[in-house]
C-alpha cells in the first residue's frame, strides 16, 4: 500500500514537470536581398545557390508570390531581372532595407517563440529557416518546405510606399505584429488537419485555440495577440456580453455557408452583423475568451486542447456565459 502510494506521488509530480527547454537557433535567409542583387551577368549563378540552399523555392516564389508566369527557363529569366529593376518594386526594397537593416533582434523573437512552441509541443515540427522576402504585396506570411516565409513589405508601417491601402489594413502594416502573424499561420498550418472547420463554431472554437496558443507563447498584450488596436479591444471588453448575444441572436453557430459569417474571421472594416465600432476577425477575441474559460474551468494540457476536435463538448464545458 505504501509503495501504491509513492508511486502514485511520483506519477502525479511527473506530471507536472515541464518539457526541458530546447534553445533554437532557426537561421533567417535574406531572400529579398538576393533577389535584388541579381543582374544578367551573375543570374545562373545566384540560381543555382538558391537551388542549393532552398530547393524549388525559387519557382515556388515566382509562381505563387508575386505570380509570375513564364514557360521556359528564358522567358523566367528575362521576367525577374525586369521585376528587380521596376521602379515599384525597388521602392518597396528600399523601404524593407531602411527599416530592416538588422534583423538579429527579430530571429531572437523567433528563437524564443519557438523555444516556448517546443516545450508545449516537443514532437512539433520547427521551421528550418525564417525566409524574409519582398513580397510586393501579395503575402505576409507562408510556408513552404517547413520553412517560414515573411514578407517583409507588410510591417512598413508608416514607411510602406503603397498609397491604395485601405484604412482598416493600415492598422496591421505594423512590425508589431510579425510576430503574432508568423505564429498564427505556422500553428494554424500544423494543427488545421486536426480540427474541423467546416461551420461557423467550429471555426470560432479553432481560432481561439490558435490565439490562446499564441498568447501563451508570446505573453504579450491582447491588442498584439489579436492585431487589434487598443480602442478595438476597449469595445470588445465593455461589450462581451452584446456581442455574445448577438452571435446567438444570429443564428450562425452551424451555419455551413463561410460568406455569411466570413468578417468574423477575416479582415474587414467590421464584423457583419455587429455595430459599425466592433473591428473585424471579432471571432478571433470571441473564440479566445471561450477558450479562456474553458482552460479555466477543466484540467486540460494544450496538446490535449489542440486534439479535441468537438467544439460543441469544448463550448459546453467552457461555460462561458458573459
Known amino acids: ?55 524549388e523555392f525559387y519557382d515556388y516564389f515566382l509562381r505563387h508570390h508575386i505570380y509570375m508566369k513564364y514557360s521556359s527557363d528564358s522567358a523566367r529569366k528575362s521576367n525577374v531581372l525586369m521585376f528587380a529593376s521596376h521602379p515599384d518594386v525597388i521602392s518597396f526594397q528600399k523601404s524593407i532595407e531602411e527599416k530592416f537593416k538588422n534583423v538579429k533582434y527579430i530571429e531572437e523573437k523567433f528563437n524564443r517563440a519557438f523555444s516556448s512552441y517546443s516545450e508545449f509541443f516537443p514532437d512539433s515540427t520547427i521551421p528550418k529557416k525564417i525566409i524574409f522576402s519582398n513580397s510586393f504585396n501579395s503575402y505576409a506570411v507562408d510556408v513552404f518546405n517547413e520553412n517560414l516565409l515573411i514578407g517583409l513589405d507588410f510591417y512598413l508601417g508608416e514607411s510602406h510606399p503603397a498609397a491604395n491601402i485601405w484604412d482598416y489594413l493600415k492598422v496591421r502594416y505594423d512590425e508589431k505584429f510579425l510576430m503574432a502573424d508568423a505564429m498564427e499561420y505556422w500553428i494554424t498550418s500544423m494543427f488545421i488537419n486536426k480540427n474541423n472547420t467546416s461551420n461557423f463554431q467550429e471555426n470560432l472554437i479553432f481560432k481561439g485555440k490558435i490565439m490562446y496558443l499564441i498568447k501563451m507563447i508570446l505573453k504579450e498584450q491582447d491588442n498584439i495577440v489579436f492585431r487589434f488596436s487598443e480602442e478595438n479591444i476597449n469595445w470588445c471588453e465593455m461589450n462581451e456580453s452584446n456581442i455574445w448575444n448577438e452571435i446567438i441572436s444570429l443564428d450562425i453557430m452551424y451555419n455551413k455557408d463561410y460568406n455569411a459569417y466570413s468578417t468574423f474571421f477575416s479582415d474587414s472594416p467590421f464584423t457583419k452583423g455587429m455595430p459599425k465600432e466592433s473591428p473585424g476577425r471579432l471571432g478571433y477575441w470571441v473564440g479566445y475568451k471561450i477558450i479562456e474559460s474553458y482552460m479555466n474551468n477543466n484540467r486540460v494540457s494544450l496538446s490535449d486542447l489542440m486534439k479535441n476536435d468537438n467544439s460543441q463538448e469544448i463550448l459546453l464545458q467552457s461555460k462561458y456565459k458573459p
Do not use: G, T
Open 1 to 55: 500500500m505504501k509503495f501504491i502510494k509513492i508511486l502514485l506521488l511520483f506519477l502525479v509530480l511527473s506530471s507536472c514537470i515541464k518539457q526541458e527547454k530546447v534553445e533554437m537557433q532557426i537561421p533567417i535567409y535574406r531572400f529579398d536581398k538576393e533577389l535584388f542583387s541579381i543582374d544578367s551577368n551573375n543570374y545562373e549563378d545566384k540560381v543555382n545557390d538558391w537551388d542549393a540552399i532552398l530547393p
